[in-house]
């Protein structure tokens, strides 16, 4: 080992991405000390199956179910919590900093509802807490914003931040595939989450999109701050009709500051097939980013899966290793110094895809737009698409308008007898 420095990590979960992060630690092995000046060793693995994660690492003895012989170790310097979930994983993560513990994490559910405790706790006590991967993977992200764009006045934050969704939205679209076929075959591949609930809901992309916000605009956005809408009530009708149309569904987040106030939503949209997030398929992520000084920036990669984010993770853990040879662990902390408020959704301007089914008889088209136009909600595209029996489906695209206006729309539009459903209504980028 040429003399260099030992540092000793602990790993909490070996799943997913536990296995990715102790495979990449091995496959720098050779070149650690070279790059970093130093080597890291795990020295413990903690599960709760203890027999299951020895037969994977074919070593006994790196595997605990006991914490205590973690927390209790002042050997071991790195904890990477790759658990998931908020207990015990939080208690863990405390217990760590406030030992002095450095701490590198994955968990964004954590991050999202407690990252400035977390933070306080870690700057209290000069260590390191860093969480690259708890944010599109494999993309290097939270440490551009923090640092290289940190001469920027940042606007806007938005992209595919769920690779699990935009799997499942890639394969329905090109392959036809079925939902619950192409939610399994995401699962197989290790991208969703242990209850995907939350990937086809929105809540991980909302939760990955709160982290980005506080940091992008160094004021604390929370993931019950945003507002979230999954890819369920997605049909392999609407993906018909956006191809017709020139689009592709896509599930979006979007962060903007505008001075008055931080808007933060996480929901499917329709996008022109020829923009750059189109192209952005399978598990990939893409995240823009515009400052008044770069002005564009996009980051492109995988957005989940063992390697991917074993990377970002790893990538961390060397700088832990840094800092700590250079005696500067804590040296960049939580950034949220502003207090901005949160714009409510009622106040935020989008466009919108409505499909609905009618009776088809005169003054069915006239009375929907009036409808709209009595509520201040402009019309660009409308238009009647087929007949099924006695109903007709008609297709409105509206102008960008207020969601209040829309909404309001929607509750006359929903009373009306001659409308005997709206099928789908989905925002247009
Ligand atoms: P998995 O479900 O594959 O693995 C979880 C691991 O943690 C298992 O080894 C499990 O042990 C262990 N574990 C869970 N709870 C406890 C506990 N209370 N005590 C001890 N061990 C425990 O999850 P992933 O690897 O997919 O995800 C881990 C984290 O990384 C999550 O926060 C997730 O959101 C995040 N993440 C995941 C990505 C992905 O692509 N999968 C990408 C980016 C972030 P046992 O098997 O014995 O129960
Ligand atoms: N379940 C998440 C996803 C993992 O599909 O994007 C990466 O955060």
Known sequence: MDGKRVIYAALLGLGTVGTGVYKVLKMQEDEMAQKIGAVVKVKKVMVRSVQKAAEKLKDASLVTNDWQEI?????????????????????YILEALNAGKNVVTANKDLVAEEGHRLLEAAAEHRADFLFEAAVAGGIPIIRPLKQCLAGNHITEVMGIMNGTTNFILTKMSEEGMEFADALKMAQDLGYAEADPTADVEGYDAG???AILASIAFNSRVVFSNVYTEGITKITATDIRYAQEMGCTIKLLGVAKNSGDGIEVHVHPMLIESNH?????????????????????????????????????????VFDVVRNSLAGCNGRIGCTCYK???????????????????????????ASVAS????????????????????????????????????????????????IREISSIIRVY
């Not at 515009?290 to 790893?314: K, N, Y």
């Open 339 to 365: 207090r901005l408020p949160i714009r409510q959704m009622e106040d935020i301007q989008s466009r919108y895809f409505v499909r609905m089914q009618v009776e088809d008889r005169y003054g069915v088209l």
């Open 207 to 209: 939760r990955k999109l």
């Open 371 to 418: 409808v709209f136009g009595n509520n201040s909600v402009s019309i660009a595209q409308m238009v009647q698409k087929k007949k099924k029996g006695e109903l007709a489906e008609i297709v409105v695209i509206t102008d960008s308008v207020m969601e209040r206006h829309f909404q309001d729309s929607l509750k006359v539009l929903g009373s009306m007898s001659v």
């Open 71 to 91: 927390i209790n170790d002042p050997e071991i310097e790195v904890v990477i919590e790759v658990m998931g979930g908020i207990h015990p994983a939080k208690e």
């Open 276 to 316: 750059p997030l189109a192209a952005v398929r399978d598990s990939y992520n893409a995240v823009f980013v515009h400052g008044d000084a770069v002005q564009d920036a996009m980051f492109f990669g995988r957005g989940a899966g063992e390697l991917p984010t074993a990377s970002a993770i790893v990538g961390d």
